[in-house]
C-alpha cells in the first residue's frame, strides 16, 4: 500500500492541475499559469455536428496536449503508458506509487464518485497519490475538492471508458530529464501558440474559429432543444468547467505576467509582451461577458442577447488576434522537437 498525507491543493484546470502535482513529486515547482503556457495550452475550437446534443465552444488545445508539449519544453521524462487489459493498468499505477511516484491519469469523470455533476466527459485529468484496499486518494481541481477519494472499482470503471477524447488506461509520471534554458522555453511557447492561433487548419479553430462562432451564434435558440437550460449549460462550461473563467484567458494573462519577471526582452519585446498582457485581460473580460449572454439569452429566450454575444465574439477575435500578432514577433528560439 502506498499513501501520501501531504497537503495538495486542487488547481484550476484539471490538466495542469494534475502535472503541477507530477511536477512537484519530481522536484519541480511551476505554477498552473506557468504550466499551461508553456504547454501551449491557450486555443480556441468550435464545434458541431448533429450528433451532439450541444455546440461545443473550448478555449484549449486537445486534451494530454499541454502535458507533450510541457515536457518538451522544461526538459523532463514524460513516462506514458497505455494499454487495454485494466489488469496491467492497474500493475503499472501501483507499482508507480509504491515507489514514491504521483501518477496522472486519464479518466471519464461520470464515474468518479466525489463528481456531483453526473456528465461523461473522458478527457478529465487528476493526480494519484496514494490507495488502500478499497480507495484511491487523488489530487483534483480545487472545484471538485481537491484531495478526494473514489473506490477503486469506480477508478476502474472511469479508466476504462470508451468514446470521445478518452484513451486506453492512459497513465503518466514525471522524472527529471535533460534541463532547458526556460526562457527560451517560454518565447518558443509563446510563439508557437500565436502562430498556431492565427494560423488555423480549419474554420472552426483559432482566430477564424472565434469568428465562426459568432455566426453561428444566433441560431442557438433554434438550434439546442431546451435553450431555458442548454444555453446555461454551455455558459457555465465556458466560465465555469475548470477554464479559470474568461475560457482560459486568465489562466494565459497570468502566464504572460509570471514571463514577463523571467525572459530577458529588447525595448520593442517588451512593449509587445506588456500589450499581449492587457488584451488578454480585455478578451478574458469579453468571454466572461460573452458567457453572460449566452446565459441569460436561453433562460430568457432572447435572440437580442445571442445577437449581442455574436458582435461581443467578433470583438474578442480582434482582440485576441492583435495580441498574437504582436506576440508573434518575438524571436523564435526552438527547443528539442517531440519524438
Not at 503541477?20 to 506557468?34: H, K, T, W
Request: glycine letters at 8%.
Amino acid at each position: 500500500m502506498r499513501t501520501d498525507h501531504s497537503p495538495l491543493a486542487g488547481g484550476i484546470h484539471c490538466e495542469t492541475s494534475t502535472l503541477r502535482v507530477l511536477f512537484s513529486r519530481a522536484g519541480i515547482d511551476l505554477s498552473e499559469p506557468m504550466l499551461f503556457g508553456l504547454g501551449g495550452g491557450l486555443s480556441f475550437v468550435y464545434w458541431d455536428s448533429r450528433r451532439q446534443p450541444l455546440p461545443f465552444i473550448g478555449g484549449r488545445v486537445k486534451p494530454f496536449e499541454i502535458a507533450l508539449s510541457v515536457a518538451d519544453r522544461c526538459g523532463v521524462a514524460l513516462d506514458v503508458h497505455e494499454t487495454s487489459s485494466a489488469r496491467l493498468a492497474w500493475q503499472r499505477v501501483r507499482g508507480a506509487l509504491d515507489e514514491g511516484a504521483a501518477v496522472g491519469l486519464q479518466l471519464d469523470s461520470y464515474y468518479l464518485d466525489y463528481f456531483t455533476s453526473r456528465v461523461h466527459f473522458a478527457g478529465h485529468f487528476a493526480a494519484m497519490i496514494g490507495y488502500d484496499e478499497q480507495n484511491a486518494r487523488l489530487v483534483d481541481t480545487a472545484q471538485q475538492g481537491g484531495q478526494v477519494s473514489t473506490s477503486l472499482d469506480s477508478l476502474a470503471a472511469a479508466r476504462s471508458a470508451r468514446g470521445p477524447m478518452s484513451a486506453r488506461h492512459r497513465s503518466f509520471t514525471v522524472r527529471p530529464s535533460d534541463p532547458t534554458d526556460l526562457p527560451s522555453s517560454i518565447i518558443d511557447a509563446v510563439t508557437s501558440t500565436a502562430i498556431a492561433y492565427l494560423n488555423p487548419p480549419i474554420a472552426n479553430v483559432g482566430g477564424r474559429g472565434v469568428r465562426t462562432a459568432a455566426r453561428k451564434l444566433p441560431t442557438w435558440l433554434d438550434r439546442v432543444a431546451d435553450p431555458s437550460v442548454d444555453l446555461p449549460l454551455i455558459a457555465s462550461l465556458m466560465e465555469r468547467g475548470g477554464t479559470g473563467g474568461g475560457l482560459f484567458r486568465n489562466l494565459y494573462r497570468d502566464f504572460l505576467a509570471e514571463a514577463r519577471e523571467i525572459v530577458d526582452l529588447a525595448p520593442s519585446e517588451a512593449a509587445a509582451w506588456d500589450e499581449g498582457i492587457d488584451l488578454f485581460d480585455e478578451s478574458a473580460v469579453l468571454w466572461t461577458r460573452a458567457a453572460n449572454l449566452i446565459d441569460t439569452a436561453g433562460r430568457e429566450r432572447e435572440p437580442r442577447l445571442l445577437a449581442e454575444g455574436s458582435a461581443v465574439l467578433n470583438t474578442i477575435a480582434d482582440v485576441e488576434t492583435a495580441a498574437l500578432e504582436r506576440l508573434r514577433t518575438l524571436e523564435h528560439r526552438s527547443v528539442r522537437p517531440r519524438p
